[in-house]
């Protein structure tokens, strides 16, 4: 008899085992700005150091100029280690200094500019590597060179102000390429630079700057990058006389300065760009603004230091109208005011040093109003004042340098009494210099006394909030499949908590309620804090097949031998099917090949995927030649082949008759 049927089991997916909450694979991973203010390097042995300048992150590389003992001021790049902290290229190998300066970013590459000992400064690009360093183009000839004073940023392209000999300092242009580096006006014909040395400005896409034609001296230029574009704003000092624009500053969409229209001292300008929207700013007493120094854009405002005759060098404001140019706030009484200066932009808000007599020098901050414009804090009690420099704005932070009676120090401010305190207390360093707030990171040079100055590296994120969120997986999940995808399944939400006000977010490399294939799936769980910090965990989802195929066998064949190994038989096939794959039969004695004569079983094993497998068995029986057995193979017994056999059996009695009839 064959058996040919096994069980069928449930075709619904069950949960079958539920494993331990995964906390073993939980990994927190604070912000990278978390790790404490620390020395990116000691690039220069000695007391005196490598003076760094000139910090630009682009992506995760930090660009800086710095001389160590080998070369003079070279470029170096950083990726915050000091294994990865390296010279880029010593391009003036002469022994001297490159100098490296003017350093921009355009795309992934870098332009700045250099003098390599046999072309003067000149301009210079960088992809990182000592290869990738090359001179663009050799503006100016000899070792005069190019002379760069200006580099912008502007549809593509940077513009700057160069020199080659035969025009003079004017306007170029450049994508980065020896082709794509090319003159774009000539502002005045002839050898005579026309340019003023770090007067250009960027207005949307509108460059600005001051120049000279040789016909209306130096006045208000602007350009949209082209020749044609190119052109005089307004003759603000009639004739060859110079209007002298300087302190160019962008504010929202206003362009204001200084300048002279050869009858009077610089007075406070305004520009659209037109000839007729470019006018003088005049205070609410209706008098022009003479002589305005520090002008700097805030929260939308012009601010800027003013002596008005009457006050003192205080602190104005200014919206472009007469109505709101106006004094903010007489800090010191009388006619020597509290010059005001050092004016930061932290957020829309002002920031700056002032003397109001009683205090010295500190720091201030205003949000141009009288009652907004106040002391910050008194870092040294007296007099003296702690006289603040480089004031940067850092994220939500003011970082700057100041001497509270024991040495400059780094600090920072939040704008309150209280949250101006000491930034790096344990960075045992004094006299930081180069304050440069560039992706997300402070870089600075300061002095630790033993290892003269060298750069440093803060990350405004190491005061705020560097604790991860908890996080707890759910537990781990077995089922059994349904089908060909595996199985839906839906898992336990894992538990996130963080100390903040925010409840964190909680993503999974797979959902739930989703179909995870027949394997073991590891979902990840992340859960990320509002200020960026993460923590993961993991748990498996293991979807099995245990479950054997179902398997039928053929019907028992019989047959007769055909000589005397037997005979050929061809049975049919096995009926297999499985929920989850596909399934491979395997025969003991394949179909068409010699079976002998008897009984010869047959068995037959169904293995699926995940290796179940079913077994069952039929009988191929082959009768002896001669028998009346019929063949599988639908042959049957008949008289040719038993005639031998009948007649003898016929012939044997006629035989024995005769012998006796002979007596």
Not at 501 to 520: I, L, R, W
């Amino acid at each position: 008899m064959s058996r040919r049927t096994l069980e069928w089991l449930c075709p619904w997916a069950l949960v079958l085992t539920v494993g331990s909450a995964s906390l073993a694979h939980a990994e927190a991973t604070p912000l990278p700005g978390c790790r404490p203010p620390a020395i990116i390097k000691n690039v220069a042995s000695g007391a005196d150091g490598s003076s760094p300048s000139s910090f630009l992150r682009m992506g995760e590389t930090l660009y800086f100029v710095a001389s160590d003992a080998a070369s003079g001021a070279e470029l170096w790049k950083s990726d915050g280690t000091e294994g990865g902290t390296v010279r880029v290229k010593d391009i003036n190998p002469l022994g001297a200094s490159s100098k490296p300066t003017l350093m921009t970013a355009l795309g992934g590459v870098l332009l700045f500019s250099a003098n390599d000992g046999q072309h003067g400064s000149e301009l210079w690009r960088s992809d990182g590597t000592e290869a990738g360093t090359t001179m663009v183009r050799e503006i100016g000839e000899g070792l005069e060179a190019s002379g760069i004073t200006d580099m912008l940023v502007m549809g593509g392209k940077v513009f700057l102000a160069a020199a080659d000999h035969v025009a003079g300092r004017e306007l170029w242009e450049t994508d980065g390429t020896f082709g794509g580096t090319r003159l774009v006006a000539d502002v005045q014909p002839g050898g005579r630079s026309s340019i003023t040395a770090r007067s250009m400005r960027l207005l949307g896409n509108t460059l600005f700057f001051a120049a000279d034609d040789g016909t209306h001296g130096y006045e208000l230029w602007t350009s949209n990058g082209t020749e044609a574009g190119t052109r005089l704003v307004k003759d603000i000092a009639a004739g060859a006389t110079n209007a002298n624009p300087g302190q160019l500053t962008v504010v929202g969409s206003t362009l204001y300065f200084a300048a002279t229209d050869g009858t009077a001292a610089n007075e406070l300008w305004k520009s659209d760009g037109t000839e007729a929207g470019t006018v003088r700013v005049k205070a609410s007493s209706g008098k022009t603004i003479v002589s305005p120094e520090g002008l700097k854009a805030v929260g939308g405002k012009l601010f800027f230091r003013l002596n008005d005759g009457e006050h003192g060098s205080e602190l104005w404001v200014s919206d472009g109208t007469e109505e709101g140019t106006r004094l903010v706030k007489d800090i010191l009484k009388g006619s020597v005011g509290s010059a005001p200066s050092a004016f930061t932009d932290l957020g829309g808000t002002l920031y700056f040093t002032a003397n109001d007599g009683g205090s010295g020098v500190e720091l201030w901050v205003s949000d141009g109003t009288e009652a907004g414009t106040r002391l910050v804090k008194d870092l040294r009690v007296g007099n003296l004042g702690s006289s603040p420099q480089s004031l940067t704005a850092g994220g939500s932070r003011l970082f700057f340098s100041a001497d509270d009676g024991t040495g400059f120090k780094l600090w920072m401010s939040d704008g309150t009494e209280e949250g101006t305190e000491l930034a790096a207390p344990d960075l045992a360093v004094h006299d930081p210099q180069q304050l440069t707030f560039t992706g997300d990171t402070l870089y600075f040079s300061a002095e630790d006394g033993n290892l003269g100055r060298e750069p440093y590296a803060l990350s405004p994120a190491f005061f705020g909030d560097c604790t991860p969120p908890s996080l707890t997986c759910p537990a781990s999940v077995t089922v059994e499949a349904t089908g060909r995808s595996g199985a839906v399944v839906g898992y336990a939400a894992a538990q996130a908590f963080d100390d903040g006000a925010v409840a964190p977010t909680v993503s999974y490399s797979q959902e739930s309620e989703t179909a995870f294939p027949v394997k073991d799936n590891v979902v990840t769980v992340t859960a990320t804090d509002a200020a960026g910090n993460t923590n993961t965990c993991s748990f498996t989802v293991t979807v099995r097949d245990t479950r054997a195929p179902l398997l039928t066998c053929p019907a028992d064949v019989e047959a007769t031998a055909t000589s005397r190994e037997g005979a050929v038989i061809n049975y049919s096939p096995a009926q297999a099917a499985d929920v989850a794959s596909d399934v491979i039969l395997d025969y003991s004695t394949p179909s068409g090949t010699t079976f002998p004569p008897g009984d010869n079983p047959v068995q037959v094993t169904a293995t699926d995927a995940s290796g179940n497998t079913a077994t069952c068995s039929f009988t191929v029986k082959v009768g002896a030649a001669g028998s009346s057995t019929e063949s599988g193979c639908g042959c049957t017994s008949g008289l040719a082949a038993d005639a031998p056999w009948l007649l003898l059996g016929m012939l044997a009695p006629l035989m024995a008759r005769r012998r006796r009839s002979s007596r």
